[in-house]
Each structure stands twice: as structure tokens, then as C-alpha cells.
């Protein structure tokens, strides 16, 4: 047995655009996780002396960008580095893609890119949490498939764990799956 601490693993690693097209910012996260499916609300969890705190607090808009196994590097790049010292897009050579209901980039190589609004900001301790609306989803036509559904086996996303990252493998199952009934052979 361990002393109490943060051992829920794994959650995404995620790299959380902020700032606008001119100036822009992005920071790693890992505190981040879904908050309410009605209305749709996502959260990060930041700590104040980040560089991309205030630019969250004061602009009270971000963007959840998704990673995946092509973009480890610069996802651990963005989360060691620091924000005032570094144009992280130039250096990580990323892409900002126009947001559709936000002023911050998106980054394009991103699977899945979540526009997202300020709610409400929680002070928690080391880490202040923002609970935020989801404006919009933008996802790659390639990670959609036949039936116009995303298909998240086709982004190669990552996870962090105990210090790790981490490639998400194959599907094992589905919603339901455990109390769905057999169809009979006839």
C-alpha cells in the first residue's frame, strides 16, 4: 500500500492550445477529463505558475488537442519547456489551424482538436481546475469511417501512466457488450 497520491492511470496526455493565432501558447496536460455529457463540459487542470495559466484565465478559451504516437516527442517537448522562453509551434514545427468558435489555434496535426469555453475556474490546491463548455469537435476525414462515425482505432492515440506514454492498443469491446444477447443459429 502507497500513501495517498494521483495513481488513476492511464489519462490522456493532450497538448491544450491557448493564446490566439499571433501569440499563441501550448502546454501538456494530463489533469484532464470529461465533466458532464448534457451540457457537454470537459475540464483541464493547470497549476497558477504555468505560463499558459493566465493566458487561459484571462482569454477564459483553450483547445484540447488529442495526441497520438506520431506526436510523443512533441507532446513531452511542450510539457518540459516553458512558454515564455520558446515558440512552441515553430519549434515542435506544429501547425495552428483556425478554430471555428475560439480565437485560439488548433494544432492540424491533432487527430481531434476540442474548441472549448470557460465555465467556471475550481482554485483546488496545486492545480486550479477550468471546467469548460465544448464549443466544437474537429476531427480528420481519415478518422472517420463508412458510417460517419469517428473511429478512434484509426488515430494511434496515447495515454500517460505512472510517467510513461503510452500507445492505446486494440479494441476488446463495446458498450454493452457484457449483457448484450446471443443471436440464435437457426
Known amino acids: ?35 458532464c455529457t448534457n451540457p ?10 504555468r505560463y499558459s495559466y493566465n493566458i487561459i484565465k484571462n482569454s477564459k478559451e483553450f483547445v484540447i488537442n488529442l495526441t497520438s504516437d506520431k506526436l510523443a516527442y512533441a507532446t513531452d517537448w511542450c510539457g518540459v519547456r516553458s512558454g515564455n522562453k520558446y515558440d512552441k509551434f515553430k519549434e515542435m514545427k506544429l501547425t495552428k489551424q483556425k478554430a471555428n468558435f475560439v480565437s485560439c489555434p488548433m494544432i492540424e496535426e491533432a487527430p481531434v482538436s476540442i474548441e472549448c469555453k470557460v465555465k467556471e475556474i475550481k482554485e483546488l490546491g496545486s492545480h ?59
Not at 457537454?40 to 505558475?49: D, G, K, L, T
Open 128 to 186: 486550479h481546475m477550468f471546467i469548460a463548455d465544448v464549443l466544437a469537435i474537429n476531427a480528420e476525414e481519415k478518422y472517420i469511417n463508412e458510417k460517419g462515425a469517428f473511429d478512434i482505432g484509426k488515430c494511434n492515440l496515447m495515454a500517460y501512466a505512472n510517467g510513461g506514454y503510452y500507445k492505446l492498443g486494440e479494441k476488446i469491446g463495446k458498450f454493452g457488450f457484457s449483457v448484450e444477447k446471443k443471436k440464435r443459429k437457426k
Open 40 to 49: 457537454a463540459q470537459v475540464y483541464i487542470s493547470v497549476r497558477p505558475e
Open 1 to 35: 500500500m502507497w500513501k495517498p497520491g494521483t495513481f488513476e492511470y492511464p489519462i490522456p496526455a493532450v497538448m491544450v492550445s491557448c493564446g490566439t493565432m499571433e501569440e499563441s501558447n501550448i502546454i501538456t496536460v494530463a489533469w484532464t477529463g470529461i465533466v
